[in-house]
T-cell receptor, first 113, second 112 residues
Framework: DAKTTQPPSMDCAEGRAANLPCNHS???????VYWYRQIHSQGPQYIIH???NNETNEMASLIITEDRKSSTLILPHATLRDTAVYYC??????????????FGGGTRLMVKP | KAGVTQTPRYLIKTRGQQVTLSCSPI?????VSWYQQTPGQGLQFLFE???????NKGNFPGRFSGRQFSNSRSEMNVSTLELGDSALYLC???????????FGSGTRLTVV
């Protein structure tokens, strides 16, 4: 799986958009970008994933650059409950042939009132 | 639908003992993975089971083992516990369709 680089920490004001960047310059053509977050002492929670098109769901939006070497997770209206560590992972969805996630250090997002 | 259930939530053991942790995946999920999380090493992959077979294994000593039953429930075992085994152990289940993993809340193991 390709390596990712994320800033170790970020702050965001409550109600504002939180934009979390991720660099994955060595991503290969069949690797997807996944985002998870982990709220203190809980298991990681799946947020969103994408291949090359921008994706949106009820939690967030994922913007992937045209060359796919970087992406941005957007939380449109951050709340205090969004304070967590956010992990960007790139991998091939191996389906039933084998699954594992390689977590980096992630970005610790602090949403402030 | 019910999420991933891990038991127990907390556990305290002494050095040299062994421990067994349990994970019940989401109904219909056949892939179960285990992860160890420590402050120093972060989240690290232990192993993954699918249809009762171990398919992937991380870089952990042989003291760490696991198994999966026919109903997809999984257990992991750590023998001869060391202080450094103190960690949050997380289980994740997947349908295998590339739509992401669902993690349990974890078992926090403290070795004293």
């Amino acid at each position: 799986d390709a390596k990712t680089t994320q800033p170790p920490s970020m702050d965001c004001a409550e109600g504002r958009a939180a934009n979390l960047p991720c660099n994955h310059s060595t991503i290969s053509g069949n690797e997807y970008v996944y985002w998870y977050r982990q709220i203190h002492s809980q298991g990681p929670q799946y947020i969103i994933h994408g291949l090359k098109n921008n994706e949106t769901n009820e939690m967030a939006s994922l913007i992937i650059t045209e060359d796919r070497k970087s992406s941005t997770l957007i939380l449109p209206h951050a709340t205090l409950r969004d304070t967590a560590v956010y992990y960007c992972i790139v991998r091939v969805p191996q389906g039933n042939a084998g699954n594992m996630l390689t977590f980096g250090g992630g970005t610790r997002l602090m949403v402030k009132p | 639908k019910a999420g991933v259930t891990q038991t127990p939530r907390y556990l305290i053991k002494t050095r040299g003992q062994q421990v067994t942790l349990s994970c019940s995946p989401i109904s219909g999920h056949r892939s179960v993975s285990w992860y160890q999380q420590t402050p120093g090493q972060g989240l690290q992959f232990l192993f993954e089971y699918f249809s009762e077979t171990q398919r992937n294994k991380g870089n952990f000593p042989g003291r760490f083992s696991g198994r999966q039953f026919s109903n997809s429930r999984s257990e992991m075992n750590v023998s001869t516990l060391e202080l450094g085994d103190s960690a949050l152990y997380l289980c994740a289940s997947s349908s295998g369709l590339g739509d992401g993993y669902t993690f349990g809340s974890g078992t926090r193991l403290t070795v004293v």
